[in-house]
């Protein structure tokens, strides 16, 4: 039995390559942070090669779909590879270089002299974290892969530590994310308790054949939303997200809104559809919710979905501070995507992938240009982006097209993912989520005009030239080029999607 369990790690290891790069990448920066301190400038390159080899050995590795390091008994162990982990990978690696990429011009990471390094080493575990996350079949891996990437990602929210908000920041996101952690651990040991596992697979089971108290069980399923909800600034867990948003380094600010959302909800869709479906259904596209029908999961979604989308985009109507604004529109993009998590069937799950990819280079886009316009005015206040689509034009029409992105205005790609969305909600006949969907689209118009309003409507005495670069150039392009692109031509988005949501077993 132990030559057995030995041999099928060995096996699973095969499998596990993407992951063992992003361990090696965190050791081998770990060392030349140590070792050769008078070398910092290698640390970008080193973490840029690390996601490139942990990307390329994500596609080459072999097209197997299962379950990996297997113990016990059955043969379902803590780890699964398929195309629905492979989508937020993939999503993670590309937010994750393109982070890389922002530090390189960042005033504020640059500023930070010898501590640069942790600052690397830390994105390393907190991508390592964020892989985990999205394949993880258990909730013990669940819990504690989600407290490799909260601890990183507290670190790096007040990396810059000579700022005073930064520190304020960084402390506020380890307070709520203690209390998130903490009632995440509590309800997964009652439905250790009610079922004796914590595969998700088993319990699965368990629910199915076992006649198991519904109260304990909600109460479960509660707490572990709330801790995963906190991840994904769902409201009302996301009273941390604008103070840490405006406290943190852009960069940082720019990760946690795309990549550690988007593993945030790999979690939540993966556990709550595995525990809730019923296999023995004959249509599984229906049978998501089926298991503990009694409880209506999904109008309670439904109700924290248009919460967060409501609250984000109201508040977010106040703001002064374009960082502070965007944390407010990432709350409300978080309620659009739970819109999609309501239906939890294939296309409910198809329509959030979709969102996903094309959010990542629209709001992506939007942090960039606020940096290098912050790094050049040493202001993120609104007013102080008077005229600055006269003064410094690409960059003002750049960030006007990321806005009318993130609003979902046609031709550009942010119309496509929201016609996805309320469509598949139309299908579900949840038609009335679809109409709140759309009024709060209307909504954050008015805040994102107000920014557009201010570069080019309005005049500024204030001087600014700005030699962007050709690094920075490339770079905002790569992320404008596809969120126009995809506007029109979106089917490799769509069929990457489609045979996402193939998730094993389903």
Do not use: C
Not at 356 to 382: H, P, R, W
């Amino acid at each position: 039995m132990e030559n057995n369990s030995i041999q099928n790690i060995l096996e699973s290891l095969n499998y596990f390559t993407p992951e063992l790069a992003l361990m090696l990448t965190f050791f081998v920066l770990l060392l030349v942070d140590l070792f050769f301190r008078k070398s910092k400038y290698l640390l970008p390159a080193i973490s840029l090669v690390g996601f490139i080899v942990s990307g390329y050995l994500l596609v080459y590795t072999p097209d197997v779909k299962g379950f990996l390091f297997s113990t016990g008994m059955t043969n379902i162990g803590l780890y699964v590879i398929d195309p629905f982990s492979f989508f937020f990978k993939i999503l993670i690696l590309l937010a994750m270089i393109y982070t890389i990429l922002f530090s390189l011009s960042s005033k504020e990471i640059n500023e930070a002299g010898g501590n640069r390094g942790e600052y690397y080493v830390l994105l390393s575990s907190f991508a390592l974290g964020m892989f985990l996350l999205t394949s993880t079949i258990d909730l013990l891996l669940m819990y504690l892969s989600f407290e490799l990437v909260s601890l990183s990602s507290y670190i790096l929210a007040g990396f810059t530590r000579n700022v005073k908000r930064s520190a304020e920041a960084s402390l506020k996101y380890i307070i709520f994310g203690a209390v998130a952690s903490g009632a995440m651990l509590y309800g997964i040991s009652i439905l250790y308790g009610l079922t004796g596992t914590t595969n998700l697979y088993l319990i699965n089971f368990y629910l199915s054949n076992q006649n198991i108290e519904s109260l304990p069980l909600v109460i479960a399923g509660l707490l572990i939303i709330g801790g995963i909800g906190f991840k994904i600034s769902m409201a009302p867990f996301h009273f941390w997200t604008p103070d840490v948003y405006e406290g943190a380094p852009i960069t940082i600010t720019a990760v946690l809104s795309v990549a550690s959302k988007a593993a945030g909800f790999a979690l939540l869709i993966r556990s709550l559809k595995i525990m809730f479906i019923d296999y023995t259904a004959t249509n599984l596209q229906s049978s998501a919710w089926a298991i503990l029908s009694q409880f209506k999961w999904n109008e309670l979604i439904a109700g924290l979905a248009v919460l967060t989308m409501t609250l984000g985009n109201l508040a977010a109507l106040w703001q002064s501070n374009l960082k502070r604004m965007l944390a407010y529109s990432s709350i409300a993009h978080a309620g659009y995507m739970l819109t999609g998590f309501v239906i939890l069937d294939n296309q409910g799950i198809m329509a959030i992938l979709i969102y996903f990819f094309i959010y990542l280079f629209m709001n992506l886009g939007a942090f960039f240009v606020v940096m290098l316009i912050a790094d050049k005015l040493g202001s993120e206040e609104m007013e102080d982006y008077t005229g600055l689509g006269y003064k410094a034009p690409f960059l003002g029409v750049s960030l006007t097209i990321f806005l009318i992105s993130l609003t979902g205005i046609p031709p550009t790609a942010g119309f496509v993912a929201k016609l996805y969305l309320f469509g598949a909600l139309i299908k579900a006949k949840w038609i009335w989520l679809a109409v709140i969907g759309v009024l709060n689209s209307v909504i954050s118009l008015y805040y994102y005009l107000k920014v557009v309003k201010n570069m080019f409507l309005r005049e500024s005495e204030i001087e600014y030239s700005h030699n962007l670069g050709h690094g920075n150039l490339l770079i905002t392009l790569s992320l404008l080029i596809p969120t126009l692109l995809f506007g029109i031509y979106f089917k490799p988005i769509i069929e990457f999607a489609e045979q996402s949501v193939r998730i094993f077993g389903f």
